[in-house]
């Protein structure tokens, strides 16, 4: 019933929560290269300022952003940067051509990549020292700059922790400063609807695949803390969960609330499609058929 929506086999996962991840958020060569600003990187910084597609004159892009930009250019991740998917409050998401690299990760047939940009400037820091304090993989946290870099990271690691999870999310690819490069979810023809965007036929199963996600991320340590008809994606027949950057590990001081919350928003999303579920019985089943 489930296979409806393509539901994945689990890997083996990690143990839950329980990683010391030593993260190098010193000067990055993006750093050194914005810093040098020679010839070459200068004149991409124009191409990317001049272009129509990439809007970017709203402060989400300082010189270290294009400087981890041109990195991923030079590293093979990108080729070339296309239009906006999104603007957010903190990030900015746009597509773009997969490079070499990315396409050695990716899938046969996939040739873009989204890429995720966090800004460093406008960002509200107070909501993301939240996330991060009394998370273990991230002890040491110094200025806005490191904390905006940190969080990029971790939503990476999140990524890879939620597929070896069994939980269909964007593959991620690279990661640069406060740049995230993932698999593209979406066809030549646009980006994936959300969950808010389509009119779903069988809610019932949505519903099961969306518990069945929620209860492989707690059982492998994770809640994803901003689980929503918004940061899930239809696509090919599969729900894709994205959004994962705040996603906490278990042991994090407000795991259970976020949990809650999580499970709370996802019920109430099936009940306007018709369902009779709540969120409490939701955390109920969660936390009976997980032992993280
Ligand atoms: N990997 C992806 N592929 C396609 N579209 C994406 C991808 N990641 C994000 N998006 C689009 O960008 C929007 C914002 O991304 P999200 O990660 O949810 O950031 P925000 O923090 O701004 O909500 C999503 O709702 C989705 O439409
Ligand atoms: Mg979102």
């Given at each position: 019933m489930t296979g409806e929506y393509g539901l994945l086999e689990p890997d083996e996962s990690d143990a839950p929560g329980d990683e010391f991840e030593q993260i190098d958020v010193s000067d990055t060569e993006a750093d050194r290269i914005a810093r040098k600003r020679d010839r070459e990187f200068s004149q991409f910084r124009k191409r990317i300022k001049d272009s129509d597609r990439f809007k970017v004159d709203d402060g989400a892009f300082d010189d270290a952003t294009f400087a981890?930009?041109?990195?991923?250019?030079?590293d093979g991740y990108v080729d070339a940067i296309g239009g906006p998917l999104s603007t957010g409050k903190e990030a900015n998401v746009y597509n773009a051509l997969a490079g070499e690299r990315s396409l050695d990760l990716l899938r046969e047939g996939e040739e873009e990549v989204a890429m995720k940009v966090y800004r460093t400037r406008a960002t509200n820091f107070q909501d993301m020292r939240e996330y991060l304090v009394g998370d273990p993989r991230f002890e040491e946290l110094g200025d806005k700059k490191k904390i905006v870099m940190a969080w990029t990271r971790k939503e990476l690691s999140n990524l890879e922790r939620a597929r070896k999870a069994g939980v269909r999310v964007p593959q991620p690819l690279a990661v640069e400063r406060n740049v995230l490069i993932m698999?593209?979810?979406?066809?030549?023809?646009?980006?994936?609807?959300?969950?808010?965007?389509?009119?779903?036929?069988?809610?019932?199963?949505?519903?099961?695949?969306?518990?069945?996600?929620?209860?492989?991320?707690?059982?492998?340590?994770l809640v994803h803390g901003d689980l929503?008809?918004?940061?899930?994606?239809?696509?090919?027949?599969?729900?894709?969960?994205?959004?994962?950057?705040?996603?906490?590990?278990?042991?994090?001081?407000?795991?259970?609330?976020?949990?809650?919350?999580?499970?709370?928003n996802v019920a109430s999303f099936f009940r306007r499609q018709g369902m009779d579920v709540s969120g409490d019985e939701l955390l109920a089943w969660v936390q009976e058929h997980a032992e993280p």
């Open positions: 981890a930009l041109y990195k991923l250019v030079q698999e593209y979810i979406g066809t030549e023809d646009g980006r994936a609807k959300r969950l808010t965007e389509v009119s779903i036929e069988n809610p019932e199963t949505a519903f099961e695949v969306v518990r069945e996600y929620i209860r492989r991320l707690y059982a492998a340590g929503s008809e918004y940061n899930v994606l239809f696509y090919d027949g599969e729900l894709v969960v994205i959004d994962v950057g705040q996603a906490v590990t278990v042991h994090h001081p407000n795991a259970e609330e976020f949990l809650e919350r999580d499970c709370e």
